[in-house]
């Protein structure tokens, strides 16, 4: 039960977690400060079901054209108990530069809601922004999610979605791709973690059946990318293969590890402009740097 504990819990095991913590919220509300954004437009009744919408100011990169830019949803960790979108605007800084629109939703947090709970809400995050996201300049066709360890575990479900039973007017395949960073794809061991059981009220049968792992994967071409910090833990490693494992190569092409990065210095390589895994995921998203010079 101890090296299981160690191997979840990221705040203990990482010991300088609070300062970075403190530095993405300070980031993070500079970026408000500073970006071409508009902050918590309601998606659904709870108090908490809101979103920040960043804009690009100007064309930075082809592909990105008026109300046609790729948009970008990026998915808050926290175990789904703590942080929120106001943890995570920092992430947009570097993609909205780059051309695209970012969209940074937050959900209930347990044990007040389920996990379950929390899934649906982020299927109502997403059907509003398909039915929005063009009034400030995102392409709908082209929307592609970034999900960081809880938040992960949410883009893969997300992934795996039919959103025809979320909306009649949804398209069935509403994502274009996604990328779980850090993400939990098996939730069974989580319901032996004594600082997490309480909160989270898991079952065998719900942590199964909300385990992205035991769904069937996306169908082509929509793909995921699982990407974590070689400095994780062995089971948080475990759980970025374990999804390659469940759904194949087709489905989840990229499946890697970043060298010097932990659980939480993983998301500054990925809102870094210029690391190589950003550059990757621009392509992802359609997005290309233009040279100035040319």
């Not at 999610?145 to 992934?159: D, F, P, R």
């Not at 794809?185 to 319901?191: A, G, I, K, Q």
């Not at 590890?257 to 998203?285: D, I």
């Amino acid at each position: 039960m101890a090296w299981l504990e160690a191997q979840y819990n990221n705040r203990a095991r990482v010991p300088e977690s609070a300062q970075i913590l403190q530095r993405w919220g300070a980031a993070s509300a500079l970026v408000r400060e500073r970006s071409s954004c508009v902050l918590d437009l309601a998606y659904g009744p709870g108090p908490r079901q809101r979103l920040d919408v960043f804009m690009p100011t100007g064309i930075a990169s082809e592909g990105a054209v008026a109300g046609k830019a790729p948009v970008l949803v990026v998915i808050p960790g926290g175990y789904w108990r703590a942080l929120g979108k106001a943890d995570y605007s920092y992430v947009a800084a570097s993609f909205v530069d780059a051309g695209a629109v970012v969209v940074v939703p937050e959900y209930e947090l347990c044990p007040a809601v389920s996990i379950e709970r929390i899934a649906l809400q982020m299927t109502e995050a997403l059907a509003w922004v398909w039915r929005h996201v063009a009034d400030y300049g995102g392409d709908p066709h082209r929307i592609t999610l970034l999900g960081h360890s809880a938040g992960g575990h949410l883009a893969a479900m997300l992934s795996c979605c039919d959103w025809k039973l979320v909306g009649r007017d949804l398209p069935r395949r509403l994502v274009r791709a996604a990328v779980s960073v850090s993400g939990l794809h098996e939730l069974e061991p989580l319901r032996k973690l004594p600082f997490l059981a309480g909160d989270l009220q898991l079952s065998a049968a719900s942590a199964r059946r909300l385990s992205p792992a035991c769904f069937a994967p996306p169908p082509s071409p929509q793909v995921l990318w699982a990407v974590c910090g070689a400095d994780e833990s062995e089971e948080y490693r475990r759980q970025n293969r374990l999804i390659r494992r469940a759904w194949g190569q087709r489905a989840v092409p990229v499946c890697e590890e970043l060298p010097g990065c932990n659980h939480f210095t993983v998301m500054h390589e990925l809102a870094n402009p210029q690391s190589a895994v950003h550059q990757r995921l621009l392509r992802l998203l359609g997005l290309r740097w233009v040279d100035a010079l040319r």
